[in-house]
């Protein structure tokens, strides 16, 4: 699921996020570096991404092949990414000539809309189970108030992005904050980060409810 978003980058601030970004200059420059715009082009229409997915929409097998421009976000640092071809997947419930899914994101053709129904993809679900659940899931990211350390040592709190792969029913193909606080027994610890997370694994845990929010009892590296 979502193969883009599983290299895992250190970014300044104590923040571990997935994929490529950057910081944009804002107007009139500024002395950032933007990052590239999620675009791309099936039969000579540009499609932009839209959104971050919170649930997995579904499609129906049929891919179309799509062009994603080439970018250079490093200000001529490195070598720009070339254009390439890609193999973008159909809706199930949104025609392509208005939407595609590739990689993980949804893509909406210049000009065209999702429907309404479609809103339900963006939207983060609501920790409504009773108890305790396992779950495991890809590690997308984790954010927290500390420094983040080179040799993968993150402190509690902070809270770990993954895209749920098994658990209960109702958040299979969800995206899900865990929030890890001191009281989580086992912790991640800087090997899990080191050797599975960063080359793209997953993350189990035993999770439970406070209010809206899934706390982490536990939380473990699955490879």
Do not use: K
């Amino acid at each position: 699921m979502r193969p883009s978003r599983l290299a895992v980058a250190l970014l300044a601030g104590g923040v571990l996020l997935a994929g490529c970004t950057g910081t944009g200059g804002g107007e009139g420059g500024g002395g950032g570096e933007a990052s590239c715009a999620a675009v791309l082009e099936i039969d000579g229409r540009t499609y932009l991404g839209h959104g971050d997915l919170r649930r997995e929409p579904a499609v129906t097998g049929r891919n179309l092949e799509a062009l994603v421009p080439g970018c250079d976000d490093t200000g001529g640092q490195d070598d720009p990414e070339p254009a390439r071809t890609a193999r973008a997947q159909e809706l199930a419930d949104v025609p392509a000539a208005v939407a595609v899914l590739l990689d993980g994101s949804v893509y909406v053709r210049e000009g065209e809309d999702l429907p309404p129904a479609a809103r339900a993809w963006f939207d983060s679900p609501t920790c409504e189970h009773a108890g305790v659940v396992e779950l495991t899931g890809a590690w997308l990211g984790v954010t927290g108030p500390h420094e983040a350390q080179f040799d993968g040592d993150i402190r509690p709190p902070y809270r770990i992005e993954v895209a749920v792969t098994a658990g209960p029913a109702a958040y299979l193909g969800t995206t899900l904050r865990l929030q890890v606080t001191a009281a989580t027994d086992p912790l991640l610890g800087p090997d899990d980060v080191r050797e599975t997370l960063w080359t793209g694994g997953e993350v189990s845990a035993r999770v439970r409810c406070d209010g809206d929010r899934f706390v982490a009892t536990a939380v473990r590296s699955a490879g």
